[in-house]
């Protein structure tokens, strides 16, 4: 199976990744974590997505807060797929980073989940693997199947 790699801006950002950490664990999904800036260590950055695939990564996951150039920066350096993820890390509440991370230029895609939102940047992830691995499909398939049941058992329980 291929990897993850989930590079974050900086190491505040680890308590939102939490949760992406936890999700790919559930998963079975191996991964790595590292902290890249776009501003600060920019050659590193470009260098890690230039040899990604080659290192067996089959999805990036880059979070970042404020200016959030992060998954674009890496974006541009590779063909593998990346997820931003905007964080909350302004006092504009991580609105600032998800305009930058989602403003993306014609040709260098980045796909965005929520502001803070690891859990589905791993289950975004975890899809794109799943295109060429039928084991890891089902085992999204039962997440979803679990998910309605949940739901549905509590609307059964409700009483009004």
């Known amino acids: 199976m291929k990897k993850v790699a989930v590079i974050m ?8 990744l939490e949760s992406c950490f936890q999700t790919l664990r559930k998963l079975n999904i191996p991964y790595e974590a590292h902290v890249y800036s776009a501003h ?16 067996g990564f089959g ?9 959030a ?8 350096r590779t063909v593998l797929p990346v997820i931003g993820i905007p964080v909350k890390a ?3 509440e991580g609105l600032d980073a998800l ?8 040709g260098i895609p980045v796909a965005t989940v929520a502001i803070n939102g690891s ?30 049941a949940a739901v549905l058992a509590k609307d059964a329980a409700l009483s009004v």
């Open 99 to 106: 305009l930058s991370t989602v403003q993306m230029p014609g």
């Open 59 to 67: 999805v990036i996951i880059a979070a970042a807060g404020k200016a």
């Open 9 to 16: 801006g900086s190491d505040s950002d680890l308590p939102v």
């Open 119 to 148: 859990e589905n940047a791993a289950l975004l992830a975890a899809q794109m693997l799943a295109l060429s691995d039928e084991t890891l499909a089902g085992t999204l398939e039962a997440m979803r199947r679990d998910m309605e």
């Open 40 to 55: 600060r260590t920019p050659d590193a950055a470009g260098a890690f997505a230039a040899s990604a695939r080659e290192k």
């Open 69 to 76: 150039h992060l998954a674009g920066a890496l974006a541009a």
């Open 90 to 92: 302004s006092a504009l």
